[in-house]
């Protein structure tokens, strides 16, 4: 008997994606990997955008696959009318499999969160200049918030400057790890800071404005990378503000309202990212299923020794359960949203990465050394599972 429960039960339109997605896969994204790679690998700036991504980022947009992201409370930004997290679950979590592959239909964190944040927060011109041409994905942006040199964990350690001077903000400070500020089409850079230091509730000190990146003073100082990969086109920067001036109106929100965007903001971000976790174990899974029937040791096939049986069982079982974490997850936040949802939001985020980490790290072993090497996702993908328990805010936070 079929399980009633909404819970497990997608949309026709979701459905209608899911099958549209797939196809696009296997047509498109899967043939274009080691064409993607070659690309990146010669090309002069690693930060420029690729002629592949645009070519398929113009396929996407005639099948239809544009900013899928979108929820149904901003359905009106789409031309799809939006979609429950629950139904973008396995949207993103087959975009998971290839993790270059979010940005093809506009999907690719941080611009999923900055764009969500214009439609929530900015006003009628702020989203003509900036969310009008990320929702068309003509240009890409950057959030930054996390500081060297307080524990960003805490949001409210942020030190970064911002004061009123006539009719400008002049913001002073440092940030990194900021995820597409190496990125040459990244135009706008969501900063947030300090603008009020003294406030008695230190949840109104922070203010969130936003900064063309070519604004005079906006400086890159060095590319940064996490457990050596680059992420690059994308990439991730440390930034220094000096002396950068931009007009009041620039503002988001108003003045001190920076945390509560903060936090309206990586709720949902947070579940993208472990969707598309799911999607990057299922496919280790898979490879590492079909290398396991295909080489042999000690005459016979690594899929008939127990230790190998073990480990696929074990990550088959891991998987699952982390997919029925997230949904339930999505669940809630569609009938409750974000905010009521934190809990079952925080206990995602501290599973599925730390979850993940471990599957993949299995599948690389079935590999051997090839694990290791780029001739495979896994590396990476252990790589971006690792950065996931940190980006957001860290475990220990959450916990």
């Known amino acids: 008997m079929q399980h009633q429960h909404p819970i497990f039960e997608y949309s026709a339109k979701s459905l209608a994606f899911q099958a549209e997605l797939k196809a696009f896969m296997e047509k498109h994204i899967y043939p274009n990997e080691k064409h993607y790679a070659e690309q990146l690998a010669g090309a ?4 420029a955008t690729l002629p592949l991504m645009d070519d398929l ?14 929820p149904e409370i901003h359905g009106e930004y789409s031309d799809h009318g939006g979609l429950s997290n629950v139904d973008y679950l396995p949207i993103a979590e087959t975009m998971g499999r290839v993790l270059w592959s979010p940005e093809v239909f506009n999907c690719n964190a941080p611009d999923t969160g900055n764009m969500e944040v214009l439609m929530k927060y900015a006003t009628r011109t702020q989203q003509a200049q900036w969310l009008k041409p990320l929702l068309n994905g ?20 942020v030190e970064l400057s911002i004061r009123r001077e006539g009719n400008e903000w002049v913001l002073n400070g440092r940030k990194w790890y900021i995820t597409g500020a190496m990125y040459e089409r990244t135009k706008i850079i969501i900063v947030m800071g300090k603008t009020d230091p003294d406030n008695r509730d230190r949840h109104k000190q922070q203010t969130q404005i936003l900064v063309p990146k070519d604004t005079p003073g906006v400086h890159i100082v060095r ?11 994308i990439g991730h920067a440390e930034l220094i503000f000096d002396n950068v001036r931009v007009p009041l109106e620039n503002v988001l929100l108003g003045e001190g309202r920076g945390f509560e ?4 903001r990586l709720g949902p971000g947070r579940m993208h990212h472990c969707m598309r976790l799911i999607g990057a174990a299922q496919r280790s899974l898979e490879l590492a299923c079909q ?21 696929i069982a074990k990550s088959f079982s891991e998987i699952e359960m982390a997919r029925l974490l997230v949904l339930k997850t999505c669940h ?4 409750v949203g974000a905010q009521t949802a934190r809990d079952m939001i925080a206990a995602s985020k501290i599973s599925v990465p730390s979850m993940v980490q471990t599957i993949i790290d299995r599948c690389m072993q079935i590999h051997g050394a090839g694990g290791l ?15 996931c328990r940190q980006a957001d805010g860290p475990d220990q936070v959450h916990l």
Do not use: C
Request: net charge neutral; hydrophobic share 35%; proline share 2%.
């Open 223 to 233: 590319k940064l990378t996490t457990l050596g990969y680059d992420d690059a086109p």
């Open 373 to 387: 090497s780029e001739d495979y996702f896994m590396a990476e993908a252990f790589n971006y599972a690792r950065l």
């Open 291 to 311: 290398r396991a029937s295909t080489r042999k040791t000690f005459g016979r096939f690594i899929s008939q020794h127990q230790s190998i049986r073990e480990d």
């Open 261 to 264: 965007i903060a936090q309206g």
């Open 44 to 47: 002069q700036n690693r930060f």
């Open 57 to 70: 980022k113009d396929k996407a947009k005639q099948a239809g696959l544009w900013n899928l992201f979108i």
């Open 332 to 335: 809630r936040i569609d009938e």
């Open 138 to 157: 003509e240009i890409r942006s950057s959030y930054a918030m996390t500081e060297p040199q307080v524990a960003s964990s805490d949001a409210t350690n």
